[in-house]
């Protein structure tokens, strides 16, 4: 993956990195019941596996933080610079869930979000819209699973 440097702490800077992540992914997210369960329902988060494809890039030069506040009133966990999520990490809004890959604080790269009502998408994202591959479930169950357009399904 990426070679790592051993640190005064005789932890290399990947694994420090690696098991702050872990807490991040690991912990229970502060959302609703109804959205809490539907994350319980698809697991935890597998960063190590996004990054081991590449499909999500780590920046060792930026700093793990925990319950920030952004801009847009979500609390933020992960690789932040100036209040914003910069690389991977997880964005609580008051109606949703998200886990995955960021630039300039938008949903851009690799995630997934779960929605209150019990919808979720995984897939790829761009400047906050599903762009690429990705599978959307509706809450009632309705499954769209294809390549999706600037937030809209293709096929």
Known sequence: MFEAEADYWGISLLKRIELELQAIFNSKPEIATDT???FEELGVFDFRHWISEGKIQVDLKKEIKR???DSDNAKIDG???KNKLEGVG???YSKMLYEGAFLNNKLHG????IQSNGAYYIGEWEDDLYHGQ???VSSKGT??????DTGRFKG
């Not at 499954?143 to 999706?148: A, C, D, F, L, V």
């Open 36 to 38: 809490l369960a539907k």
């Open 67 to 69: 319950n920030v506040e």
């Open 79 to 81: 690789f932040i610079k």
């Open 90 to 92: 997880r964005k609580r």
């Open 110 to 113: 690799f995630g997934r979000a």
């Open 134 to 136: 990705g599978k959307h």
């Open 143 to 148: 499954i769209k699973e294809g390549r999706w």
